[in-house]
C-alpha cells in the first residue's frame, strides 16, 4: 500500500505559540489530502479537505483561521495550528489520496500528538 | 443518530478465538466499505475495502456488507496478540470524498 509519512510524530508547545505539522506521500502523488483530530476513545473528526493548488474545504465548526491548511504540491500539505491553546491538544491524523494512481482509499500517515501546555 | 454506529468495547477474546467486529449504518447510499486496523498511537492502517454487498477474505480477515440489513462485519479467524488493537469501519457514498467512520472497537487478544 502507499505510504504516508507525518513530521513531527509528537509536539509539545506553549500556549499561544503556532505549531506546524507536515504530512507527505512518500511513493505516490496525493491529489487529495485530508486531515482529521481524534480524541482519546473516539472516532476520526475530519477537519478538512486539500486538495493540491487550491484553497481546504474546512468542515463545519473548524475554523479555518485557527487550522491553516496548505497543499502546495502533490505530495505534502501542511497543517498549523496558530495560537495553541490547551483546549487544541489531540492527536491530529492526516490522510492521502490518488484516484488516478488506483488507490481509491485514503492512507494514513502516523499521526502527531500535539500537547499544549 | 450518527450515520455510522459501532460498539466501542471494549473486546476481549483468547488467542486462536474468532472475533466478529460489526458496524450499522443509517445512510443507504453507502456502498464502499472499509476496515481500519489502528495501533495505539499511530495512524489508521488499511485492512479491507468492499464495493457493496457480499464477501471479501483476505487470509484470516473476512468482510462481510449486508446493505439489506445496513449492516456490516469484520471477522478474524484464529486471532493472535498482535491483533490487538482498535478497529474502525468506514464507508464512503460513490467517489465522493467523505468518509464516515465508525468509533472503533478495541480488542485485546489474551495469549
Known amino acids: 500500500g502507499a505510504v504516508v509519512s507525518q513530521h513531527p510524530s509528537r509536539v509539545i508547545c506553549k500556549s499561544g505559540t503556532s505549531v506546524k505539522i507536515e504530512c507527505r506521500s512518500l511513493d505516490f502523488q496525493a491529489t487529495t489530502m485530508f486531515w482529521y483530530r481524534q480524541f482519546p476513545k473516539k472516532s476520526l473528526m475530519l477537519m478538512a479537505t486539500s486538495n493540491e493548488g487550491s484553497k481546504a474545504t474546512y468542515e463545519q465548526g473548524v475554523e479555518k483561521d485557527k487550522f491553516l491548511i496548505n497543499h502546495a504540491s502533490l505530495t505534502l500539505s501542511t497543517l498549523t495550528v496558530t495560537s495553541a491553546h490547551p483546549e487544541d491538544s489531540s492527536f491530529y491524523i492526516c490522510s492521502a489520496r490518488d484516484p488516478a494512481g488506483g488507490y481509491n482509499e485514503q492512507f494514513f500517515g502516523p499521526g502527531t500528538r500535539l500537547t499544549v501546555l | 443518530q450518527k450515520e455510522v454506529e459501532q460498539d466501542p468495547g471494549p473486546l476481549s477474546v483468547p488467542e486462536g478465538a474468532i472475533v466478529s467486529l460489526n458496524c450499522t449504518y443509517s445512510?443507504?447510499?453507502?456502498?464502499?466499505f472499509m476496515w481500519y486496523r489502528q495501533y495505539s498511537r499511530k495512524g489508521p492502517e488499511l485492512l479491507m475495502y468492499?464495493?457493496?454487498?457480499g464477501n471479501k477474505e483476505d487470509g484470516r480477515f473476512t468482510a462481510q456488507v449486508d446493505k439489506s440489513s445496513k449492516y456490516i462485519s469484520l471477522f478474524i479467524r484464529d486471532s493472535q496478540p498482535s491483533d490487538s488493537a482498535t478497529y474502525l469501519c468506514a464507508m464512503r457514498v460513490g467517489t465522493g470524498n467523505q468518509f464516515y467512520f465508525g468509533t472503533g472497537t478495541s480488542l485485546t487478544v489474551i495469549p
Open positions: 468492499t464495493y457493496s454487498s
Open positions: 445512510n443507504s447510499a453507502f456502498q464502499y
